[in-house]
């Protein structure tokens, strides 16, 4: 019975490890912004995935006016990539700030192609 203990508790310890850096990333704040076309108008249904020291970590699509938002990020450089059919993949760089008030919205212009 101890001996199954101990494997469970080594077992939780892994997840927990595996798991940490993702778990701590989470809860602190909300990023928004805006996804346009080349020629200015809105692009609707871009997929947009948030990744976090090389793991996907969020993900979302815009909306109707191009608007998406993440909630749940914390401080660090986030990596964020947008994807939609007949356009070139855009990505930014975000290093979300110890102060997470104070991020503005991002703005993305992706290319047709």
Known sequence: MKRRMRV???AATLVALGQGPAMA???LT?????VSADGGGPVA????KAVFGGNKIFDTSSNDN???????????EWELVFDKAGY??????????????R???IAVTLKKG
């Open 8 to 10: 469970l508790a080594f």
């Open 25 to 27: 990333q989470r809860g």
């Open 30 to 34: 909300r990023i928004t912004g805006k």
């Open 45 to 48: 249904g871009v997929q947009i």
């Open 66 to 76: 191009g608007e998406w938002s993440i909630g749940g990020m914390g401080k660090g």
């Open 88 to 101: 070139a993949q855009g990505r930014a760089k975000v290093l979300l700030p110890v102060d997470l008030s």
């Open 103 to 105: 991020v503005p919205p």
